[in-house]
């Protein structure tokens, strides 16, 4: 069983593709730009405990119209073993009607992935939130201690080809993009494999407490970032 916040049907914008997207309750950081405050405790009367056959139902019902789940929170690493089973439970169903389905993790990476063999085994990527670089940024940012699992982590999924993707949240006057990317760059060049980096523009709407009237990144600040990955040879896009 999961403490299961929400199931979109059909998503566009939680992966590559149409994908059913569920987000489980529970969130081990506070991230001050989070758009979900809602799902960070772990325990709320507004999500549902819900069994693998349950989710499992749910995704048919998107067949043939998705290419997969993706699973995001909160933090969903936080409930592992039932990502194993329910990710387990998807490829069987995807045997069953013949329709190839790709299970995919949207996670803030504080959770070590290397922990959990067997889910990786049925896992086929995930999106990776990087938020900062340097540890003192990330402890203002999360209010967690260090991001040194994260770090690992990108490497980790990198050296086995599970980074889906690289998310920066580009947070103007506190997230030092280009710090960031100038980072994920060497790791891709001391890796010799590289992900794609997805540069999100922070929003405000939705954001309580010190950032709810934050200003949202100019386009040319947007533009900056986009050089400066370009002059990294990264491959990126902007949303
Ligand atoms: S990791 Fe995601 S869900 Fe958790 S606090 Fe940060 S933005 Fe919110």
Request: aromatic share 6%; hydrophobic share 40%.
């Amino acid at each position: 069983m999961a403490l299961v916040r929400k199931i979109i049907p059909q998503s566009t914008v939680d992966g590559p593709g149409n994908r059913t997207a569920v987000f489980l309750q529970g969130c081990n950081i506070r991230c001050l730009y989070c758009h979900n405050p809602e799902t960070q405790a772990l325990h709320d009367p507004e999500a549902r405990e819900m069994s693998v056959e349950e989710v499992t139902e749910e995704v048919r019902k998107g067949i043939p119209f998705i290419r997969g789940i993706t699973v995001s929170g909160g933090e969903c690493m936080l409930q592992a073993d039932f990502l194993t089973t329910l990710f387990t439970a998807v490829k069987s169903l995807a045997r069953e009607t013949n329709h190839p389905l790709s299970c995919l993790i949207d996670s803030n990476g504080t959770v070590p992935f290397e922990r959990f063999p067997q889910l990786m085994a049925v896992c086929d990527g995930v999106m990776l939130d990087v938020k900062a670089w340097d540890t003192d940024v990330y402890q203002r940012l999360t209010r967690a201690n260090d991001n040194t699992t994260v770090k690992q982590n990108l490497v980790w999924l990198l050296k086995h080809d599970l980074l889906t993707e690289i998310r920066i949240v580009c947070l103007p006057d506190i997230v030092d993009v280009e710090t960031i990317l100038h980072h994920i760059a060497e790791t891709f060049d001391f890796i010799g494999k590289n992900a794609p980096v997805r540069l999100l523009r922070f929003r405000p709407h939705g954001v309580i407490g010190e950032l709810a009237n934050h200003p949202m990144p100019t386009d040319e600040q947007m533009a900056c970032y986009a050089d400066c990955a370009r002059s990294l040879h990264l491959a990126f896009s902007i949303k």
